[in-house]
């Protein structure tokens, strides 16, 4: 795979796929917590709800961090948003 540093799946996980039945042939593991989860209601994710006073958000449906082609994505979401650290 070009550029190979975009893509890590780790089949020997104990959470392995850790959303059911997504149907992808490429399960990227690279991100697996999502570096976009602090962004809240504005990562671009496909997220259910964020709990009360923003404590936590349901992201079981989104696969974004998990799709091999979501890397430039994620990078320039990150970019553009690193001042609020």
């Known amino acids: 795979m070009e550029a190979s540093y975009k893509f890590y799946e780790n089949k020997s996980c104990q ?8 149907g992808m042939d490429n399960f990227n593991c690279m991100f697996c917590f999502c570096p976009l989860y602090f962004l809240g209601d504005k990562c671009g994710g496909n997220f259910d709800r964020i709990g009360e006073n923003g404590s ?30």
Do not use: V
Not at 15 to 22: A, G, Q
Not at 58 to 85: A, T, V, W
């Open 15 to 22: 959470f392995y796929p850790c959303h059911e039945k997504t």
């Open 56 to 85: 936590i958000k349901d992201c079981s449906r989104c696969l974004i961090p998990h799709m091999p082609q979501s890397y430039e994505f994620i990078m320039k979401k990150i970019g553009d948003n690193i001042e609020q650290f």
